[in-house]
């Protein structure tokens, strides 16, 4: 596996004035021996995989596994023939709205540095496991290709939750989504579930077998949402594809886990010190990564070999995550950005941060977890050291991104159980009341906080006027359905307890809040 290294500097030309190389296939054989390699000839590598969404974290986390799993595979089958070719596992890797990754990866033969960032150490990995690199706009007919090959087993994908157009209260397809409306209108589709359709109408029309189809969204039941789309989807065009989709395709949930923060000036500056090779696109990531994947039926790279796990019910390990980690984060993010903090690590330093956040992992989070004889406390432990960890410079502003898709799963489904069960539940309260202060865009010193989301002119409209008046600025946010459904804002007792929230921010700033939360004299409903 990777090797530690400690950095160097210096060009593989040798010439001091001659600019650096850049990393690519070529080159390979003069990458430092500190650095993991590829244990394949990745030019031999044919695509098994296609993956959708060919972000930072594919890359850092079932990119770099998969390499790991061709190695195992490999090295197995490989011993005493020298010139085995490589199992065929290759990821076709697709960018459907930006070209920057598949801009950048290009001149390197799809290549790229991980950056695993321990405590004290890095370890360098270059992935060879992208075969093929799509951007889908520039090539509107090579998924097309990719699903007309038999070799094509699975289908992966990153696309956050605003790529599935799920209506949020009846999770089905929203039909009258403007991307959705364009791409019913398009003889080939540009979203990632229009282009996923037309690629099993594909497979049918041609009489092979579907391919496997993964989310790796963090997403509640990620594998039946997705299931839910596609069928959706199918239905506005061929009724009969719909029903193909829902008896013959397999779309198991999975949970995925690996904090990757945004790549900086100093992830390519350290990247090119170890290589001594230009790479314009590595990931830095912690060391950390889990993949607990749902059972299913047919072939897959050896994932289980390099740390996957197959478990009959990803639900308990959905769960957590969701909860506890991103929950967490979303809650950290919100009151660390209000705080002035520009990552998690800076926000976690702060007095108080990290009592909250085990107080709200554990007395909120904890309790509205399915039954499972999963050790909580180690696992709220396990992340509070994450979270500190100072070689991962987590934006909150990244974490904080499309936050109005993102509280449903995180704060409001514990805060709906907690609140059914009469528990109360002060630090998810606060955490919702200081998304609502972020989304005036001004921190507690008034500087600006930068913020996207898909609402944001609905939110913008919602903080406009009703800073000074807590009560009015609670009853604007609860007014938006697509966040807090039909049920949440008829509830007079939430409303009081947000409103108490919101003004505690704003007297005491979100440190103050914090440790008043913590020292438990926010209080939330009637306790
Ligand atoms: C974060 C996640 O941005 C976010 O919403 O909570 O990206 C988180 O870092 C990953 O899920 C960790 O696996």
Redesign the pocket.
């Known amino acids: 596996m990777s090797a530690f290294l400690s950095c160097h500097s210096g060009g593989a030309s040798g010439a001091a004035s001659a600019p650096p190389l850049r990393l690519s296939r070529a080159q390979l054989d003069a990458v430092p021996r500190g650095v993991h390699r590829p244990r394949f000839d990745p030019a031999a590598l044919r695509p098994g995989i296609l993956h959708l969404g060919c972000g930072s974290?594919h890359r850092a986390h079932q990119a770099f596994l998969t390499q790991q799993a061709i190695e195992a595979e490999h090295s197995a089958a490989a011993s005493g023939q020298r010139h085995a070719r490589p199992p065929a596992w290759g990821i076709v890797a697709a960018s459907l709205m930006t070209p920057g990754t598949v801009q950048a990866l290009a001149p390197q033969d799809g290549l790229y540095t991980v950056l695993e960032r321990g405590p004290g150490e890095v370890r360098a990995s270059i992935v060879g496991s992208l075969s093929r690199l799509v951007f889908v706009p520039d090539e509107p007919l090579a998924l097309g290709q990719t699903f007309a090959d038999p070799a094509l087993r699975i289908v992966t994908l990153t696309i956050t939750a605003s790529g599935y157009f799920q209506d949020p209260l009846t999770g089905r397809l929203d039909a009258q989504h403007a991307s959705v409306q364009q791409d019913l209108r398009l003889a080939q589709p540009a979203t990632a579930i229009g282009v996923l359709v037309e690629g099993l109408r594909q497979r049918r029309a041609r009489g092979f077998p579907a391919p496997v189809v993964l989310s790796c969204d963090?997403l509640p039941s990620n594998g039946q949402r997705l299931r839910q789309a596609c069928i959706d989807f199918a239905a506005l065009r061929d009724d009969r594809l719909a029903a193909w989709i829902a008896g013959q395709v397999q779309f198991p949930s999975t949970m995925?886990?690996?904090?990757?923060p945004v790549t900086t000036a100093q992830d390519r500056e350290q990247a090119a010190r170890t290589l001594g090779l230009v790479d314009a696109a590595p990931v830095s990531a912690e060391l950390f990564s889990q993949w607990v994947i749902e059972h299913f039926e047919g072939e897959r790279p050896r994932w289980d070999a390099v740390g996957a796990q197959y478990v009959p019910d990803v639900g308990p390990w959905e769960s957590s995550?969701l909860r506890l980690?991103?929950g967490g984060?979303?809650a950290i993010a919100c009151l660390g950005l209000l705080a002035g903090c520009a990552t998690v690590a800076d926000a976690m330093a702060l007095p108080g941060f990290s009592a909250y956040a085990l107080r709200f992992m554990l007395d909120e989070q904890k309790p509205t977890l399915p039954p499972s004889d999963h050790d909580i406390h180690a696992y709220a432990r396990q992340l509070l050291a994450r979270w500190r960890s100072r070689g991962i410079a987590?934006q909150l502003e990244?974490?904080a991104?499309d936050a109005s898709t993102?509280l449903d799963s995180r704060l409001l489904a514990s805060l709906r159980d907690n609140r059914q069960a009469g528990r109360p539940a002060p630090c998810t309260v606060l955490a919702i009341a200081a998304w609502m202060r972020c989304a005036a865009c001004l921190n507690d010193a008034g500087e600006p906080i930068e913020l996207t989301d898909p609402l944001h002119e609905t939110l913008r409209r919602a903080a406009a006027g009703t800073q000074a008046n807590p009560a009015r600025m609670v009853d604007a946010f609860l007014g938006i359905k697509a966040v807090f459904g039909e049920d949440l804002p008829g509830n007079d007792s939430l409303r009081r307890s947000l409103t108490r929230a919101v003004s505690l921010l704003q007297q005491r700033g979100a440190r103050g809040a914090v440790m008043a939360c913590v020292a438990g004299t926010l209080l939330d409903g009637d306790e």
Do not use: P, S
């Open positions: 974290f963090n995925v886990d690996r904090i990757v995550k980690l991103n984060h979303l987590h990244r974490v991104r993102k």
